[in-house]
């Protein structure tokens, strides 16, 4: 069998995709680079910086 994969979350800008990487069970994060509010790469930032759980 494949692996099987489970969408954890969906955002609809960067500061919401910021906020679900904060309280979401993830493994792999995939996003736009253009989003309202903060941008994919702004958000990214943030996440790195957040550290990893």
């Given amino acids: 069998e494949g692996a099987q994969y489970e969408i954890a979350g969906e955002a609809e800008n960067g500061q919401d995709a910021v906020e679900k990487y904060r309280s979401l069970k993830h493994d ?25 759980r």
């Fill in 28 to 52: 792999l994060v995939l996003m736009d680079i253009t989003m309202p509010d903060m941008d994919g790469l702004a958000a990214a930032r943030t996440m790195a910086l957040a550290g990893v």
